[in-house]
């Protein structure tokens, strides 16, 4: 046997020889390439120890020591080969390689300290051989599951070659650490073993050149890994058992096996029988150890395509068809929350909700005001006790086909609810389901708010321009019957006044243009707009002041136009008047009101002085352009010089004020002129 099992250790040796000498004519200079190497290099340096260990008579510690290295190197490959590591720096890095050197150090310096020190526990060495064995093979399993067709051709005969190699040593470890001692038939077929194993991966090596593969692990591959190192773990504490069972021996040892058991059958059929710890288990490992059932780039950019197509009058269709597909939905329905106990359905889908199925929703409203949870009623009906103290009508909802009831959240309060009918085939919701439903949900909330928004602010708008032109017009029908006024007022002291007559039927003239115009504004339900013509400007501030100085102080001129200009005569005009009635108005009867109008290079420069009461500096800053904003109380709408600015600023002109209280005010005027 003895002779057999040297020449099995001697035929690996020359096998993984030849394999180092092709591994450096090919140059692999990869870090793949360099961890073959080293472990090839360490396959042959344990198959010549364990040779050359029966004629020499060291000790087998030195074989198993370089077994220990052995394996954390084949681990370290198939690890960079699932991760896509590819070079040292990412060797160093990469969180897996960490936990895993993490463990391996720790664990060999545990064993082969107590080994060496304590030479009675050199039987410790067995189980850490049985660990990292069983280790190995659940990073083989997931690297095969999880591989493409094209990398599985690849892999699969290294794969085969450690899986043979990692499985054999697990048994002689497995059986070594039960009796406290190796069987060598065991130990001396290992180099044939390993001798065979050469081929198939030197066969990987030549079939992946830069040992780069895509690797996704799947939530199945690693529940069932899982569950393969839960069954590795049982074993080890098979083994631990079988150690305690040895020494304490007599009636405690058979005590001890049959606690053994009970206690391991018992955890094993908790495993595999009890459908909710099997669930949570796969939770936990799902969740928190590798990729998720969606890929939420994608999801987000599917949503942002359906809402760059949907109609921007209708967000509520919008927003149901998109959480719609997110699970391949054909039924659903968008419902508001009105107030507590009263709902609103603003969209649905192949539903035909009344008002009464509605009220279904009163008490899951209470429930997700205090939970958050999304409720899916088949879990509700199947599962005892899945909504602590929620009370609804579930056969009611699934009369109505309402499978899944998702609440919408805005400002920490219930919004409303999606109602969604789940297809027959479809399970109920696992938590990714949920998680996917509940972040486009929280994204759909803020665009139906955003919308909601819009369209308040919309109509807001409108009013505002409603209000805005009432505000114009009633300022222009104020002017009109401020013309009529006077000339109620002055028709006793010059109605026999031949002048007084023809002022006053070009007054009524005047006046029934502006009428008109205001009657045409309302009809069209805006501003008209103002039309441009060819305007004799002094003629046009003449008759202003003409009509302004029916009242006192009289208005003075100083004019020097020569040339017609074009322009808004009728807004010039009613935007002259209004600043002279202004000074008239802050000036006292026996004070006075100047304008002064001349073109200088190209512009017209109108300027309106008066000797009256005067502005403050903060006044001019903060009020005096504020639209609405008079201190004639009822009697102004307060736009008259906000107008007066902006027909001035349309234009490209500038107005200046300067005033001090107590003093007089100067409003100059700069336009620039356009001639015919």
Same mark, same amino acid.
């Given at each position: ?23 450096? /004519? +090919? ?75 993490? %463990? ?9 300290? /107590? +080994? ?27 690297? *095969? ?29 497995? =059986? ?47 529940? *069932? ?80 395509? $359906? ?7 209708? *967000? ?33 889908? &192949? ?11 009163v008490p899951i409203d209470r429930f997700c005001q205090k939970h958050g949870w999304i409720i899916d009623v088949r879990e509700f009906v199947y599962v005892e006790d899945s909504y602590p103290d929620l009370l609804f009508d579930a056969d009611a909802c699934r009369q109505k086909h309402i499978d899944i009831i998702i609440p919408i959240f805005m400002n920490k309060s219930v919004y409303g609810f999606f109602l969604l009918a789940m297809p027959k085939e479809q399970e109920v919701l696992n938590w990714e389901d949920r998680d996917l439903l509940f972040s486009i949900s929280k994204q759909l909330s803020n665009y139906l708010s955003l ?28 002017? %009109? =019957?401020?013309?009529? /006024? ?34 045409? $504004? ?15 400007? =002094? ?7 003409? =009509? ?41 009867? &026996? ?86």
């Amino acid at each position: 046997m003895e002779t057999i099992g040297t020449s099995g250790y001697f035929l690996a040796a020359c096998a993984y020889a030849v394999f180092i000498l092709l591994l450096l /004519a +090919a140059r692999n200079k990869t870090l793949a390439g360099s961890l073959v190497l080293l472990a090839s290099l360490l396959v042959f340096s344990s198959s010549l120890s364990a040779a050359l260990q029966p004629k020499q008579g060291f000790s087998l510690l030195i074989v198993m020591a370089i077994e220990t290295f052995k394996i954390a190197v084949w681990s370290l490959l198939i690890i960079c080969t699932q991760a896509n590591i590819t070079s040292v720096k990412g060797l160093i890095t990469h969180p897996k390689v960490k936990q895993y050197l993490q %463990v391996w150090g720790g664990l060999s310096a545990l064993c082969w300290g /107590a +080994a060496l020190f304590m030479p009675d526990n050199v039987k410790l060495l067995f189980s850490l051989f049985l660990l990292l064995n069983l280790w190995l093979l659940v990073l083989l399993e997931q690297l *095969y599951r999880n591989a493409d067709v094209k990398v599985k051709w690849a892999i699969w005969t290294l794969i085969i070659a450690l899986g043979m190699i990692s499985v054999f040593d697990f048994v002689l470890f497995a =059986q070594a650490a039960m009796v406290n001692q190796l069987d060598f038939s065991y130990w001396y077929a290992r180099g044939f073993i390993a001798a065979i194993g050469m081929p198939l991966i030197l066969v990987s090596t030549r079939r992946i050149k830069d040992w780069s593969v895509d690797v996704f692990v799947s939530r199945e591959v690693v529940f *069932y890994s899982s569950m393969l190192l839960i069954s590795g773990l049982y074993l080890l504490l098979l083994a631990i058992a079988g150690y305690v069972i040895n020494y304490f021996g007599g009636a405690w040892g058979d005590i001890i096996s049959i606690a053994f058991i009970i206690l391991g059958g018992s955890v094993l059929a908790a495993l595999l029988i009890t459908e909710r710890l099997r669930r949570e288990v796969k939770v936990f490992i799902t969740k928190h150890f590798f990729a998720n059932k969606y890929d939420y780039r994608i999801e987000w950019l599917k949503s942002i395509e $359906q809402l760059e197509i949907g109609e921007s009058n209708d *967000y509520y269709h919008t927003a149901t068809r998109i959480i719609c597909s997110s699970l391949d939905i054909k039924q659903g329905a968008l419902v508001k929350k009105i107030v507590t106990g009263k709902y609103q359905c603003l969209y649905q889908d &192949n539903y035909d909700l009344t008002e009464s199925d509605l009220g279904l929703l009163v008490p899951i409203d209470r429930f997700c005001q205090k939970h958050g949870w999304i409720i899916d009623v088949r879990e509700f009906v199947y599962v005892e006790d899945s909504y602590p103290d929620l009370l609804f009508d579930a056969d009611a909802c699934r009369q109505k086909h309402i499978d899944i009831i998702i609440p919408i959240f805005m400002n920490k309060s219930v919004y409303g609810f999606f109602l969604l009918a789940m297809p027959k085939e479809q399970e109920v919701l696992n938590w990714e389901d949920r998680d996917l439903l509940f972040s486009i949900s929280k994204q759909l909330s803020n665009y139906l708010s955003l919308n909601e928004a819009n369209e308040s602010l919309a109509e807001s708008k409108q009013f505002d321009a409603f209000n805005r032109m009432s505000a114009f017009l009633v300022h222009d029908l104020k002017n %009109v =019957q401020a013309q009529l /006024a006077l000339i109620n007022s002055n028709a006793k002291r010059h109605r026999d006044n031949p002048e007084f007559i023809d002022d006053v039927f070009e007054t009524i003239e005047s006046a029934t243009g502006r009428l008109d115009k205001v009657l045409t $504004q309302l009809r069209n339900k805006q501003v008209a707009e103002s039309s441009k013509t060819n305007t004799d400007v =002094q003629a046009l501030i003449m008759g202003v002041v003409k =009509q302004r100085n029916v009242q006192l102080p009289h208005v003075s001129t100083e004019l020097s136009l020569e040339r017609n200009i074009v322009i808004d005569e009728e807004t010039l005009s009613s935007v002259l008047n209004h600043l002279l009635q202004n000074a008239q108005e802050a000036t006292s009867d &026996n004070g006075w009101v100047k304008i002064i109008a001349k073109m200088i290079t190209g512009s017209l420069h109108v300027k309106i002085s008066d000797s009256g009461c005067g502005m403050s500096a903060e006044f001019i800053a903060n009020r005096l352009f504020k639209p609405f904003d008079t201190t004639k109380g009822n009697a102004g709408m307060g736009i008259g010089v906000y107008e007066a600015k902006q027909f001035i600023e349309g234009l490209d002109g500038t107005m200046k004020v300067t005033s001090r209280e107590n003093e007089g005010s100067h409003f100059e005027i700069t336009l620039p002129c356009k001639y015919s």
